[in-house]
């Protein structure tokens, strides 16, 4: 691991990226200690391992931690792979609680040919950094075949009423390579099936606890995030789900906190609208997979931005997060929700709406200001948010074990 110095804080006039670590092995996510911004946790698909990077103020070195090595037990991706150790959090009692000092995490077990998705919880002893290997529990599991759709995040629910409900999300894609066939894909609408859904668990409950079914129809949501709110609590625990479409074609949905039943997003039946395509502005495009004779109802509300306003095809919604701080004022007067495109056969993107009311207005284009205009094809890989709402972009250039960067978004 190499690791380079971070650079402060500073004044500037206008958004931009400061690079706070490099020299990481493929990172997939990056997070923060509770209440500690400058104590970020790094998930690394290509050494499998899970870390802490201590900032110091002022700049200097990182200080690093190993948190949790699952080299040898978790799938070994190849860099065209989207699976692998791809998931963290925090139990939201994680501090207050010495009981409930857990991380949770996602990945993909190293099994030939069915890289089975599992999500496991650690214990962190108090006074260290370190998970207990020997505390492995086992909450969910299942089969995976296709390496691409990996989903692979897992958050908390942001709004907690009772301190023995602990709501844990997490979505799995369709699971099926693009020239699957039709009936493969309905997959994602057979509720007998995990895959292309969002699922909850109550991680408080006994062990395994008993997934539930939020939503189904999804293709591939690969980067989803929950909401922490405003100061008056306008949009906490709400739901923002990047999910990738075929060709040109994707959504960001907003799930909104405290929706009854199960909803549906329609794949594969029909995706958003696309304006390279047939540019249905107000409707759902229609897949090369026919809708049944006696369609279910699809929720069409949640769907806030469908088109990706680019002139690249083949490219890749990979989601984002709410700007909650006040550090970037071209994020937080009103606040923005800040997602991707990942740039399969151009430059990615960062862009942003209005999150307070998402479908009023258009999207704002960041990319030339924070300079992934100048990013190769591919090399934008998600996000990532921290304890004060700061927001990082996560870069990947090139297949060595030292290609990976952090940057967070500063003003």
Known sequence: MVLLTLLPRTAAAQIHLTQVISGLDTPVFVTSWPDNPNALVVVERGSQKISTFT???????????????LSGVAYDPLPSDFIGVTGFAFHPQFLENRHKRFIYVRYNLNTPNAPTTVIERYR??????????????????????????????????????????????????????????????????????????????????????????????????FGFSVDRGDSSGNGKGDIWIGNTGPDCTGDIFVYPYGASGVRNYAWPWHVGDCSLKDGKPAAWRDTDCPEPANPPAFTLPDRVVSKYLTSQAWDAHIGGYVYRSTKVTELANPPQYVYCLYGTTGAPQVRSINAASPTSGSTADWSSQLG????????????????????????????????????????
């Open 55 to 69: 900032l110091p103020l002022g700049g200097g070195i990182p200080v690093q931690a190993l948190m949790l090595d």
């Open 124 to 221: 962190i002893p108090p006074g260290t950094v370190a998970a207990d290997p020997t505390s492995k529990t086992l909450l969910y599991s299942y089969p995976t075949i296709d390496t691409a759709h990996g989903a692979g995040q897992i958050h908390f629910d942001t709004v907690v009423s009772d301190t023995s409900t602990h709501l844990l999300y997490f979505a799995l894609g369709d699971d099926k390579v693009p020239s699957s066939t039709c009936a493969e894909r309905e997959e994602a609408q057979d509720d007998t099936k995990d895959v292309g859904k969002l699922w909850v668990i109550n991680v408080d409950d006994p062990v395994p606890p008993v997934p539930t079914m939020m939503a189904k129809g999804l293709r591939n949501p």
């Open 372 to 411: 992934v205009n100048n990013w190769g094809s591919g090399e934008l890989h998600g996000m990532g948010q921290d304890s004060d709402g700061e927001l990082y972009l996560i870069r990947v250039s090139g297949t060595s074990t030292t290609n990976g960067t952090i940057y967070r978004i500063d003003g």
